[in-house]
């Protein structure tokens, strides 16, 4: 245990288990590790924040709002639907 | 109260409100999730115009349950659970079923982060594992307005080309935000299934950009 404790992580591994740190599900001697080789890892660094800015530039795929013949087509059933509940 | 696109209010008003038959309500609801449902759509039935209809069938299945929702689950993975049992329908009907086994065998001996002959071999002598050919450095340009546009496009040519079940997680954890909890429900994928396509799906975006900032150096 001790062992794995001190062993260095190399690079290879800290692409694999960078998703798992990120989610904070990273156990708890790994994410030592994984911030020990950080320090002296420029690439890693340099890898984890573009795993980062990856994240943040996903969120500008969300897909705009609807056009409004689609909502205007759905609004239509949700008032047909309304009339049924009223018995009108 | 007149409801506008950047509020937010809870399930229970939401419901409430719908339930009396406020128009502005379902014209938020269909806002707020109209986008996400779509991509979803997209990611079962990969036909652009399938996907639409699939979308289409679900508000009409929303309008005429709203009446029987319970609120066991939040209105998102309501409204996706729908979404969900009229693509596979209509998957399957149009023989154009993706492998839904994916999501199963999101832990099958898989496909590395980075590609191997990136790293130094294991029997190096001074430092097995560490970067050989180390990445390029282009984090912070990557949010420099001017790339902006032309590499969010090609980010989004990515997702579209990532394998089904990695591009559901990916597209729904980093692209609509939802939380880790709610993506293994709505997909009944265990937590450890759900990381592992979503760093498949991570790892393989990171290659992506990376080829792209490549070829603009």
């Keep these: 245990m001790s062992d794995h404790t001190l062993k260095e992580m190399a690079c290879q591994e800290l692409v694999e288990v960078i998703t798992d740190y990120l989610e904070g599900t990273l156990p708890e001697v790994d994410r030592m590790r994984f911030e020990a080789h950080l320090l002296g890892c420029p690439a890693c660094h340099e890898y984890l924040e573009q795993m980062r800015t990856l994240i943040r530039l996903s969120r500008g795929l969300a897909a705009r709002s609807l056009d409004t013949a689609t909502v205007d087509s759905l609004l239509h059933a949700f008032r047909d639907w309304k009339d049924s509940q009223t018995g009108m | ?217």
């Design chain 2, 1 to 217: 109260m007149a409801l506008t696109a950047e509020m937010r209010i809870s399930d229970a008003d939401l419901i409430h409100r719908l339930r009396g038959g406020d128009e502005d309500a379902f014209v938020w609801m269909v806002n707020t999730y109209g986008g996400s449902l779509r991509r979803l759509a997209l990611a079962f039935v990969s036909v652009e115009a399938v996907a639409d209809e699939v979308v289409q069938e679900t508000w009409l299945a929303v309008i005429t349950g709203i009446s029987r929702f319970e609120g066991r689950s939040s209105v998102k993975t309501w409204l996706y659970k729908i979404l969900a049992n009229r693509a596979r329908t209509r998957a399957i009907r149009e023989k154009r079923t993706i492998a839904f086994s994916e999501l199963d065998g999101a832990t099958a001996p898989g496909e590395a982060a980075v590609d191997p002959a990136r790293f130094l071999p294991a029997d190096h002598p001074v430092n097995p594992g560490h970067w050989a050919g180390p990445p390029d450095q282009w984090s912070s340009s990557a949010e420099d307005k001017v790339v902006g546009r032309e590499m969010l496009e090609v980010l989004r040519r990515g997702l579209d080309a990532l394998p089904p079940a990695q591009r559901m997680v990916v597209s729904l954890r980093d692209v609509h935000g939802w939380p880790a909890a709610e993506v293994c429900e709505a997909l009944a994928l265990s937590e450890a299934n759900q990381r592992v396509l979503l760093h498949r799906g991570r790892s393989r975006l990171r290659g992506v950009l990376e080829g792209y900032f490549a070829g603009n150096a």
